[in-house]
């Protein structure tokens, strides 16, 4: 028998309600509050996933820490929730907690909504961490999932379709390159879908209290994003790189009455969805690419606003879509030549397939012109007419034609640097400005890795 034992799970929630978050910290009660070895884990993958709830996130935790050096890393009904990174001597019975595991996530799971199909893995050895790698940017196979979960010698557990066991695997799979956490607190149960009473000012406040925080409030739509709109358990959940302010930064927020908390490890914020584009892009990937703006931009109705740009010999259209925000504004202000990077997931859509761009890095600027008038006749000196469209200009007193009309050199009213689409629209996976700068000092392209583990 072993001392330690991963649990992971996904696919236990509807748009309708419930949370596969929530799943966890049942889990941690019907298991009688053991000590987890290291944090659980709230591992997003492939966010372009058509058959996703909201933001394909999928759970882990693994059990078996040491008493002696545990520390609390959340609250369920007034018992504290702890965890240890030493590993505990206790060995564990797989059979009796494979089967609490499955009790709980039957009894959670919204099993009527056709969307949901759980699936639950135990195993006391991580499946290789390649399959997560391939969960997060590519589409997956439940065989896949099936068979490296049968490499790993694991209890596995399906119902419906049992889809969920791709997401149960990747999460257990999951060996950080990066990592953030997230504090989440969770609702009373007579509260579940009514109106949630949660500070705004105190939400808006938290990236100024708690730098290491992130994606709280959205400045420009006035949007508080640590609360979700959707009927589920969750009151808020508060982002950041260090989790030891995690339990300050969720009681400086004013709300209603906490049930319970819990610290999350997770890989949201990692950018670890993203592959460098090298070859053809495939439909529901998200990429990385930097090379020089071809043409555009132009906006469409609606908003959204399109350019392309040349990487190598290739061209692709990069997407500024409304939701993004400010975004656009940055992109309508590049002109042909500047040197760009971009992050985004390259779908088709009604402008057919495009780059949606998550994050644009601005690497060089061209100079910048405005027309002041027509060219002037290098003869006579009067001022030439244009001879139609794309025909140049000609002098009407001497037939003197001229191709070019009179610049002079304009402000450049962009800067170089790394931008974000506004906090509201962001994907949980990708990675914001703030955090890339923070992580980088301010030079995410240069120093972006791909970890193809
Ligand atoms: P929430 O974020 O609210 O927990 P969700 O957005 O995670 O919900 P799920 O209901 O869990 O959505 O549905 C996602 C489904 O997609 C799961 O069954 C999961 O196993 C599966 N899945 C996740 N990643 C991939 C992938 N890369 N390829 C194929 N299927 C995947």
């Known amino acids: 028998m072993e001392t330690h034992l991963h649990i992971g799970f996904d696919d236990t929630d509807s748009a309708d309600g419930m949370c596969t978050t929530y799943a966890v910290t049942e889990i941690i009660r019907q298991l009688d509050f053991p000590v987890l070895l290291g944090y659980p884990r709230l591992v997003r993958l492939n966010p372009n996933i058509p058959w996703k709830t909201r933001g394909n996130g999928a759970l882990a935790l693994t059990i078996g820490g040491s008493a002696r050096t545990a520390f609390k890393i ?13 590993e505990g001597e206790e060995k564990q019975n797989r059979r009796a907690i494979s089967e609490k595991a499955s009790a709980a996530i039957e009894a959670l799971a919204e099993m009527d909504d056709e969307n949901t199909n759980p699936g639950l893995i135990v195993c006391d050895t991580r499946p290789a961490p390649s399959f997560y790698w391939r969960a997060v940017r590519y589409v997956v196979d439940r065989e896949d999932a099936l068979d490296v979960c049968r490499e790993a010698d694991a209890f596995i557990a399906e119902w419906k379709n049992g889809r969920g066991i791709i997401g149960a695997t990747a999460a257990v799979a999951w060996l950080p390159a990066g990592r953030t956490y ?24 938290l990236s100024v209290r708690y730098p290491s925080t992130f994606n709280n409030y959205d400045n420009e739509t006035r949007h508080m994003c640590i609360s979700p709109a959707s009927p589920c358990p969750v009151l808020f959940g508060i982002r950041g790189s260090d989790p030891s302010i995690l339990p300050n930064a969720m009681q400086s927020v004013r709300s209603e009455l906490v049930d319970r908390w819990l610290i999350f490890e997770s890989n949201q914020g990692t950018d670890d969805h993203i592959i460098r584009l090298s070859q053809e892009p495939e439909q529901f990937c ?14 469409i109705t609606g908003g959204h606003v399109f350019f392309e740009m040349q990487y190598g010999t290739r061209i692709i259209t990069c997407a500024a879509f409304e939701e993004t925000k400010n975004l656009r504004n940055i992109v309508r202000k590049l002109v042909p ?40 006749c290098t003869r006579c000196g009067k001022s030439m007419k244009s001879a139609g469209r794309g025909l140049g200009y000609r002098c009407r007193a001497c037939r003197t034609t001229a191709q070019e009309a009179r610049f002079r ?15 509201s629209s962001r994907r949980h996976l990708s990675m914001p400005a703030e955090l890339a700068v923070r992580c980088a000092a301010g030079k995410a392209a240069n120093n972006w890795q791909e970890n193809d583990n």
Not at 409 to 423: K, R
């Open 286 to 299: 998200s990429y990385f690419a930097s090379g020089q703006v071809k043409t555009g931009p132009r906006t």
């Open 182 to 205: 997230e504090v989440i607190t969770y609702r009373e149960r007579n509260r579940w879908g009514k109106t949630r009473n949660v500070n705004e000012e105190d939400a808006s406040m």
């Open 337 to 376: 030549g500047d040197g760009v990077a971009v992050w985004g997931a390259y779908k088709a859509g009604a402008e057919g397939k495009t780059l949606n761009l998550e994050k644009i890095q601005i690497l060089s600027l061209v100079k910048r012109f405005v027309k002041v008038g027509n060219p002037l």
């Open 409 to 423: 050199e304009a402000d450049c009213t962009v800067s170089t640097g790394l931008y974000s689409a506004t906090t």
């Open 74 to 86: 959340g609250e369920i009904s007034g018992k504290p929730v702890l965890a240890s990174f030493d």
